[in-house]
Nanobody, 127 residues
Framework: QVQLVESGGGSVQAGGSLRLSCVVSGRTFSTMGWFRQAPGKEREFVAAISWSGGFWNVGSTDYADSVRGRFTISRDNAKSTVDLQMNNLQREDTAVYYC?????????????????WGQGTHVTVAS
């Protein structure tokens, strides 16, 4: 049984930082992503990392333009985790953040191609 469990959400002042973590169990996926959904808005892509195998392969990454340079995604294949370091958080980053997984390349717009999803973790940024 595949499970994705997010943690690390919370409340922070604008300009602050949070680190989200997602633990994956039951299966290994080549691509892991983070998405977010703000109140009244559609779920959107935040960041993703893909891994083609090999001990030294650190994977390739992609980011939404709105978070590029502020957020960093990373994965630890030995621990089956994928983290999202979020720096210089802004009020517009307030949302529920979801971890997602798929086998295949990074997909930024076709989020339905991600087969498995976590339950989400709340991030609130106060100005």
């Amino acid at each position: 049984q595949v499970q994705l469990v997010e943690s690390g959400g919370g409340s922070v002042q604008a300009g602050g930082s949070l680190r989200l973590s997602c633990v994956v169990s039951g299966r290994t996926f080549s691509t892991m992503g983070w998405f977010r959904q703000a109140p009244g808005k559609e779920r959107e892509f935040v960041a993703a990392i893909s891994w083609s195998g090999g001990f030294w392969n650190v994977g390739s990454t992609d980011y939404a333009d709105s978070v590029r340079g502020r957020f960093t995604i990373s994965r630890d294949n030995a621990k089956s985790t994928v983290d999202l370091q979020m720096n210089n958080l802004q009020r517009e980053d307030t949302a529920v953040y979801y971890c997602a997984a798929r086998n295949g390349r990074i997909e930024k717009s076709s989020i339905m191609l991600y087969e498995y999803w976590g339950q989400g973790t709340h991030v609130t940024v106060a100005s």
